[in-house]
């Protein structure tokens, strides 16, 4: 069991049949009054973002999630196919489980798949991901003294801010986490 003076961050836990990960944390000692905990926590399965304070005694059994790299393979109406690639099985996903990680997914890129008490909810790129720029404005020569961008869209779909010397077929590098231009590849 984990008391809630024991919260960090990106702990998982259960609490009222669901499970929840820790985004943020706060102990709080009050002048006047009982010691708690300001949290900040997301329900992994439905991606709701709550905040609630916790006495530092409360138990709460933590949540094992199962994190496995699996292939992505192709999308067919509206499901998103992943291969385990140990056992060589396939798995059908939904677009809420993959909507934040497809958009930097070719078929055949490994992801991991999280799975919790053997079921699947959600997909996290790799932190770092080579994409070919497929439209972008034409920048002009000498025009990088601002540090300006421009949008370009990539080709699995993804709209990143890059600078005005990236041009249309570059391939680029981007950071999955937040979604920026990292340099050319």
């Known amino acids: 069991m984990l008391s809630a003076g024991d919260f960090r961050k990106g702990l998982t836990f259960e609490m009222d ?17 009982a010691a708690f905990v300001r949290t900040k926590i997301k329900n992994i399965i439905t991606g709701a ?5 916790f006495n530092p005694s409360d138990k709460f059994p933590p949540a094992h999630i199962e994190r496995k790299e699996m292939q992505y393979l192709y999308e067919d109406s509206g499901l998103y196919y992943f291969m385990d690639n140990e056992t060589y ?12 990680a497809i958009v930097y997914l ?29 439209q972008t404005d034409p920048g002009f020569k000498g025009d990088t003294a601002t540090g300006a961008t421009k949008p370009a869209t ?3 779909g993804a709209v990143v801010n890059v600078p005005l010397f990236v041009n249309t077929g570059d391939r680029i590098r981007v950071d999955t986490r937040t979604g ?3 340099e050319r590849a």
């Open 154 to 156: 990539l080709e699995t």
């Open 180 to 182: 920026e231009y990292m």
């Open 49 to 53: 973002v709550v905040e609630r304070t």
């Open 17 to 33: 049949g669901q499970i929840f990960t820790i985004i943020d944390f706060q102990h709080v000692k009050p002048g006047k009054g």
């Open 89 to 100: 099985e396939q798995i059908p996903l939904n677009h809420d489980q993959v909507e934040d």
């Open 106 to 134: 070719k078929p055949n890129d490994n992801a991991i798949i999280r799975f919790y008490k053997g079921e699947a909810f959600s997909v996290e790129p790799q932190n770092f991901v080579e994409l070919e720029v497929t």
